[in-house]
């Protein structure tokens, strides 16, 4: 039986005893940067697989350094932290690791500076977010990015995330799956928890770290996949609303949503509607790496097995 804890306080804690006060600086502002990490299980294995652990920590250092939250833990500890506490809580299943930066001081007033900084941790099963065997539907959403001079997005701010969840409902009260956001000049940035690719003519086609998105880890993924195992370039370049409408292929890439086939936007079918076969080569080349069953990239893997935990 798993039993879930958190890493808080600079300690190891059952979960439940993980609680902040009303008055912490980051639940009255939002001032705080996380990163969601995937360990995926494998059956065969019997361990999970934490996907490019050190990746998701050198991000979060850097939105760190944007945000002015001091992180004194390095890369290595951190990986050190999240593998205790994933043996620890025991999961023989897929699961989402939540690390956390943030400002702790319990003080009102809106600023970065003048307040003290903590880290935590908790760890939840996690199974699929988006479908990525029949492919999602996308509105383009009413909400706009939010542009780098308002909140930088490649710092995964968690107050930033309100204008996801604000795109994110729109879409879904409008039967859609995913939104997708343009940027206040009308180009595509990204999905709400997802970066987009097109395929075009054969290429990728995906926008480029300037048009305010994340940069995400996935999105590295899948461009190196397409490289080097289909021989497939990108081009990293503004992509027009109306692309989207008239491209061969249209995917979705993030650690929650995986590679997911769009198949249809604005109640236009994508392609002939279906899963595109780039898009479906990527997606198995991608959940072999992801189930550690592609040695040449064990190298993003961190194994950990599960301690067993009596009831
Ligand atoms: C807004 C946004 N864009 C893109 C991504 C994809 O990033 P990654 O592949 O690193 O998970 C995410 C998810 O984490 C996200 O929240």
């Given at each position: 039986?798993?039993?879930?804890?958190?890493?808080?306080?600079?300690?190891?804690?059952?979960?439940?005893?993980?609680?902040?006060?009303?008055?912490?600086?980051?639940f009255?502002?939002g001032?705080?940067t996380?990163?969601?990490?995937?360990?995926?299980?494998?059956?065969?294995?019997?361990q999970?697989?934490?996907?490019?652990?050190?990746?998701?920590?050198?991000?979060?250092?850097?939105?760190?350094?944007?945000?002015?939250?001091?992180?004194?833990?390095?890369?290595?500890?951190?990986?050190?932290?999240?593998?205790?506490?994933?043996?620890?809580?025991?999961?023989?299943?897929?699961?989402?690791?939540?690390?956390?930066?943030?400002?702790?001081s319990?003080?009102?007033?809106?600023?970065?500076?003048?307040?003290?900084?903590?880290?935590?941790?908790?760890?939840?099963?996690?199974?699929?977010?988006?479908?990525?065997?029949?492919?999602?539907r996308?509105?383009?959403?009413?909400?706009?990015?939010?542009?780098?001079?308002?909140?930088?997005?490649r710092?995964?701010?968690?107050?930033?995330?309100?204008?996801?969840?604000?795109?994110?409902?729109?879409?879904?009260?409008?039967?859609?799956?995913?939104?997708?956001?343009?940027?206040?000049?009308?180009?595509?940035?990204?999905?709400s928890?997802?970066?987009?690719?097109?395929?075009?003519?054969?290429?990728?086609?995906?926008?480029?770290?300037?048009?305010?998105?994340?940069?995400?880890?996935?999105?590295?993924?899948?461009?190196?996949?397409?490289?080097?195992?289909?021989?497939?370039?990108?081009?990293?370049?503004?992509?027009?609303?109306?692309?989207?409408?008239?491209?061969?292929?249209?995917?979705?890439?993030?650690?929650?949503?995986?590679?997911?086939?769009?198949?249809?936007?604005?109640?236009?079918?994508?392609?002939?509607?279906?899963?595109?076969?780039?898009?479906?080569?990527?997606?198995?080349r991608?959940?072999?790496?992801?189930?550690?069953?592609?040695?040449?990239?064990?190298?993003?893997?961190?194994?950990?097995?599960?301690?067993?935990?009596?009831?």
């Amino acid at each position: 039986m798993a039993t879930p804890y958190a890493y808080f306080q600079k300690r190891f804690v059952p979960l439940p005893e993980a609680k902040i006060g009303i008055m912490t600086h980051a639940f009255l502002y939002g001032t705080a940067t996380f990163e969601g990490i995937r360990g995926n299980w494998s059956d065969e294995q019997e361990q999970i697989f934490i996907f490019r652990l050190r990746d998701h920590f050198q991000r979060l250092h850097k939105s760190c350094r944007i945000l002015r939250i001091g992180l004194p833990q390095s890369e290595d500890e951190l990986c050190d932290i999240t593998v205790k506490l994933v043996e620890m809580c025991g999961y023989r299943e897929d699961i989402y690791i939540r690390p956390i930066a943030y400002k702790s001081s319990e003080a009102i007033g809106v600023r970065m500076h003048d307040l003290e900084d903590d880290f935590l941790m908790f760890v939840a099963p996690f199974g699929p977010y988006l479908d990525v065997e029949k492919g999602i539907r996308c509105m383009t959403s009413s909400w706009r990015r939010v542009p780098d001079m308002g909140i930088p997005a490649r710092a995964k701010v968690n107050g930033l995330y309100v204008n996801s969840a604000l795109a994110k409902t729109e879409a879904q009260e409008n039967g859609f799956d995913e939104a997708i956001m343009l940027n206040d000049d009308g180009h595509v940035s990204e999905g709400s928890g997802e970066n987009i690719f097109l395929v075009e003519g054969g290429r990728l086609v995906t926008p480029p770290v300037s048009d305010n998105i994340l940069v995400g880890i996935t999105r590295d993924t899948a461009i190196g996949l397409a490289r080097d195992e289909l021989g497939v370039e990108t081009v990293e370049r503004q992509i027009d609303r109306s692309e989207l409408y008239v491209a061969d292929e249209c995917f979705m890439t993030g650690t929650a949503a995986h590679i997911s086939a769009v198949v249809d936007v604005d109640r236009r079918p994508v392609g002939d509607g279906r899963v595109g076969p780039i898009t479906a080569e990527l997606q198995r080349r991608y959940f072999s790496v992801l189930r550690g069953r592609t040695e040449k990239y064990d190298h993003w893997l961190t194994a950990v097995t599960p301690k067993l935990v009596k009831p």
